[in-house]
């Protein structure tokens, strides 16, 4: 699934997870969680279930911006391409994840930027580190073998 943050219907299941993340991270003394936010439901259109998702990924958001703020931890939000690696997962760019940030309103939740995903999807890895690099609570850049397998060895990806 991929999480459930922005899966409409699923909001008590996401709270459940959330829950357990919690437990888990604490335990471990881990101050991020990665909130994911699933994938457009099988047999949908994403422009057709974007508003909905949207609107169920920020109220989940909310939620656990406040259960992790009472915890002091941070959540995270990762965009992943939907060319190569996940067509259905429901935040695919920077941009759209900033957006959503931004609707949210929360400061413990940041923006988990990895290059490859980024570069998949948009190209232009220095100005989007430049425009994004206030909101990122962790970076990351996929390891050079999934890329060189998704793209090929004569594709260069920033350097990886």
Do not use: W
């Amino acid at each position: 699934e991929k999480g459930l943050g922005a899966v409409p219907g699923r909001q008590a299941a996401f709270r459940e997870g959330l829950a357990l993340a919690v437990k888990y991270a604490k335990a471990l003394g881990c101050p991020r969680i990665h909130l994911m936010a699933g994938r457009v439901p099988v047999g949908t259109e994403r422009a057709a279930m974007a508003l909905e998702m949207e609107t169920t990924f920020v109220e989940n958001l909310r939620y656990a911006a406040d259960i992790l703020a009472q915890e002091d931890m941070t959540g995270l939000l990762e965009p992943m391409n939907s060319r190569i690696t996940d067509p259905r997962y429901f935040l695919t760019t920077p941009h759209q994840a900033a957006a959503i940030l931004e609707k949210v309103g929360r400061p413990n939740l940041r923006l988990q930027l990895d290059i490859f995903h980024c570069q998949i999807m948009d190209g232009n890895l220095t100005q989007n580190l430049k425009t994004y690099f206030p909101l990122i609570g962790e970076g990351r850049g996929s390891a050079p073998s999934m890329v060189g397998k998704a793209l090929g060895p004569d594709y260069g990806v920033g350097g990886l």
